[in-house]
């Protein structure tokens, strides 16, 4: 497993705009699919957006799509999410996580991924 770290959350007034970054400390996530998770307050933990190992095929959950954006920069060994335009119900903790196997597509599954973060918590007022 490798040890992720989020950052980048907030409080932000709606329309406004974030962008969390997940950051490895240890082995490279170059080889990993990757995604964003959010759990709202007693609500499951939801897939928010997932990208493969080479940066292709980005995936996005209906309610994030258009606003949301997942990118990934290998030489940095870091993921990040843009989001944009954001809504009261994008209230959550942000979670990122990578995929248990190198050298995958990207998967809205929780259990195909191995490592996850602590979590970011954003907070979006009305």
């Known amino acids: 497993q490798v040890q992720l770290a989020e950052s980048g959350g907030g409080l932000v007034q709606a329309g406004g705009s974030l962008r969390l970054s997940c950051a490895a400390s240890?082995?490279?996530?170059?080889?990993?699919?990757m995604g964003w998770f959010r759990q709202a307050p007693g609500k499951e933990r939801e897939f928010v957006a997932t990208?493969?190992?080479?940066?292709?095929?980005?995936d996005y959950a209906d309610s994030v799509k258009g606003r949301f954006t997942i990118a990934r920069d290998n030489a940095k060994n870091t993921m990040y999410l843009q989001m944009n335009s954001l809504k009261p119900e994008d209230t959550a903790i942000y979670y990122c996580?990578?995929?248990?196997?190198?050298?995958?597509?990207?998967?809205?599954?929780?259990?195909?991924?191995?490592?996850w973060g602590q979590g970011t918590q954003v907070t979006v007022s009305s």
């Open positions: 240890e082995r490279t996530l170059r080889t990993y699919a």
């Open positions: 990208i493969s190992w080479s940066g292709a095929y980005p």
């Open positions: 996580a990578a995929h248990r196997l190198s050298y995958r597509s990207g998967t809205r599954i929780p259990a195909d991924f191995g490592s």
